[in-house]
């Protein structure tokens, strides 16, 4: 059965600082890999996905996300941290393919210091 | 385009009541979603429906029922509402040419 861990559920940050948030999986066969972005009192939009080409990943505002299937892992990273990305983060993977049927980690609050 | 459309955006229910969440996508998805979100349990999925026709039942089910209209709109309902049921509920529906979920805005459903 398809998981992810996401761990801190809060990380702070300086604005300019490097962004990190981390997140493991587990999946029984190939993943399909999210990252979503939520702002205050909005649904989700896609950052990036990993679907089984490039291992990494770029997506919008500057993101991008390293699949590294030895490590179960497919972290997200910013250079440099802007009071904009101030956000709850979720990492997802699907049950199975191409499919909406995603399986989320608990989130992730992203919190940028001026 | 409107995407995908949520209403209503809040509603508070006393315990036992009934109600209907509504959604409806204008993109042309064959597959819709009902997420709900709780406070460090991320998103999880309540029902879906691949296609026009057909739902079936998600990670936690229990005290919903769904609709799949037609292929734009997809409702969820709550029976007899539950305290436990109060949640932030979205709708979403599947892009499978560019393998991404759109998401509705939500619904912020209180049961008291």
């Known amino acids: 059965a398809q998981s992810v861990t996401q761990l801190g559920s809060h990380v702070s940050v300086s604005e300019g600082a490097l962004v990190l948030l981390r997140c493991n999986y587990s999946s029984s066969v190939p993943p399909y890999l999210f990252w979503y972005v939520q702002y205050p009192n909005q649904g989700l939009q896609l950052l990036l996905k990993?679907?089984?080409?490039?291992?990494l990943v770029k997506g919008i505002n500057g993101f991008e996300a390293e699949f590294k299937k030895s490590e179960t892992s497919f972290h997200l990273t910013k250079p440099s941290a802007h009071m904009s990305d101030a956000a709850e983060y979720f990492c997802?993977?699907?049950?199975?393919?191409?499919?909406?049927?995603?399986?989320f980690g608990q989130g992730t609050t992203l919190q940028v210091k001026p | 385009n409107a995407g995908v459309t949520q209403t209503p955006k809040f509603q508070v229910l006393k315990t036992g009541q009934s109600m209907t969440l509504q959604c409806a996508q204008d993109?042309?998805?064959?597959?819709m979603y009902w997420y709900r979100q709780d406070p460090g349990m991320g998103l999880r999925l309540i029902y879906y429906s691949a296609s026009e026709g057909t739902t079936d039942k998600g990670e936690v089910p229990n005290g919903y029922n769904v609709s799949r209209l037609n292929k734009r709109e997809f409702s969820l309902r709550l029976e007899s509402a539950a305290p436990s049921q109060t949640s932030v509920y979205f709708c979403a529906s599947w892009d499978t040419i560019n393998e991404k979920l759109f998401f509705g805005s939500g619904t912020q459903l209180s049961v008291l």
């Open positions: 990993y679907t089984s080409a490039a291992t």
């Open positions: 993109m042309n998805h064959n597959s």
């Open positions: 997802a993977v699907t049950a199975s393919g191409n499919t909406g049927k995603l399986i």
